[in-house]
């Protein structure tokens, strides 16, 4: 688990809270702690915002997507729409992180294809890794619908361009990046 103040990267639900309110010896589940909790990770949510949270980025780059792709996908089984929400949300990190980069010296729409490849290469990986069938033939009509309605990937391509980017540091001031992410274990040396 990584916890970092200034970038939010933790996944606030994994929490004693979770233990105590239904398993263990004694289940204490009262309003009052309940309250407490949601109030937590509603200020942590908010204080996240003012703190460039990939969590918050992804959850608001999916929230404000989904109904474009709820038209799309309205014919379809749900597992459809819920699996390319979670390509949405996973694939914000994998851009924030830079573990997939755009590729330097192509042109816009070179760049743009290589992106929408990307996107349905990770959405066939989500069906892979949960266990679900992916059905070619729905697959193929998902496609040709989706270029259709261009604001999506056209959103998406903008969106994950511009956050490959933010944490690159400027050519030769990588020191001052680190230093200001790893500020509290720098003062109290802890590597």
Known sequence: ?????????????????????GF?????LNMKNVD???SYNSAA??????????NNMATGITMF???LVATVMKRRHYKYFKHFLFSIYLLTFIFIARVKVFPPNQ????????????????FELIFL???????????????????????IFFCLYETYKYLNDVFI???????????????????????
């Open 1 to 21: 688990m990584i916890e970092h103040y200034k970038i939010n990267l933790y996944d606030i639900t994994i929490d004693p809270f979770d233990v105590k309110t």
């Open 45 to 54: 949510n908010m204080i996240g915002h003012s703190f460039m949270s990939p």
């Open 24 to 28: 263990g010896d004694i289940p204490n």
């Open 36 to 38: 407490f909790y949601y």
């Open 169 to 191: 540091p400027t050519p030769g001031d990588e020191a001052s990046l680190y230093q200001w992410l790893f500020v509290d274990e720098i003062k109290h040396k802890q590597y």
């Open 107 to 122: 042109t816009r729409e070179e760049s743009h294809k290589w992106f929408v490849e990307l996107f349905r290469s990770f």
């Open 129 to 151: 890794k949960t266990s679900n069938k992916l059905s070619p033939k729905i697959y193929a009509q998902i496609k040709k619908e989706l270029m259709h309605d261009v604001r």
């Open 65 to 67: 997507l989904s109904p």
